[in-house]
């Protein structure tokens, strides 16, 4: 079984390239599922269920998040219309499960894949350096009690490296993968823990690298020289698609393969 994850989805930019290179991609490389974050997917800040639904449309069967997804008040009745149900594309948008009770929204969606093999997506946030929510580490072996598949991937939406490494060992051997987002920088770091788990720092951002993690650079500079406040907007330069590729036993769940993808914009990759 192939699997997959497309980084942190950055603004108009992001969604192009996705719209642009995903289908291929998915054909070439006979991928079976596909799982994206979005939470940055609305110019940079949020996510609506418009993109949502178009990002569903693009191919993608199940949309992470991280702290960013309140940033566009309308997702909260977006994420009520769900309801549990998981037919419904609402559903398919998933917030970071350690919120506390209560909150809009769920946390893991298990699913099945075109050819019939069970999987669940679970999205978790960290607590280091970000608000300060539940316990990610206890809230996943809450889940795992439930989950019934055997192919499990974890959205691991941090700041802090040592928080994703330590998640990684944790769940070693008890789920498929473990992917960081939230930095926007992807990490050389792909591998297979010793009992079967694909891990990776942080899977990248899919959007403009000539920026500062997304935003212009000239916004991001003044604001570190002035310490005032400042608009951010969207880059546009050098976009990039990035993402990783695991292939795993569909009964086991243990990865056997983690790949990192860094693809062009269409017309980029074709210039000689």
Partial sequence: MRILFV???FGRPGRHIVRDRLAPLVQERAIDLVIANGENAAA??????????????LGIDVVTSGNHIWDKREII??????????????????????YPAGSPGWGSYEGT??????????NLQGRIFMPGIDDPFRTADQLLERIKARVILVDMHAEATSEKSALGWYLDGRVTAVLGTHTHVPTAD?????????YQTDVGMTGPYDSVI????????????????ARFEPAQGNV???ATLI?????????QKIERIVLLPAEAAARP
């Fill in 240 to 242: 990039r698609l990035c």
């Fill in 44 to 57: 940079g800040f949020g996510i609506t269920g418009q993109i949502t639904e178009e990002l569903l449309h």
């Fill in 113 to 122: 894949t075109r050819s019939g093999i069970p999987y669940a997506v679970m």
């Fill in 214 to 229: 997304g935003v212009e650079t000239s916004v991001i500079v003044q604001r570190f020289l002035t310490q005032m406040p």
């Fill in 77 to 98: 009745d977006y994420l009520n219309l769900a309801d549990g149900n998981s037919g419904s594309p609402a559903r398919r948008l998933i917030r970071p499960a350690n």
């Fill in 7 to 9: 980084g942190d989805i």
């Fill in 190 to 198: 792909e591998r297979i823990l010793p009992q079967g788990t694909a």
């Fill in 247 to 255: 292939e795993c036993d569909p009964q086991t769940g243990r990865a």
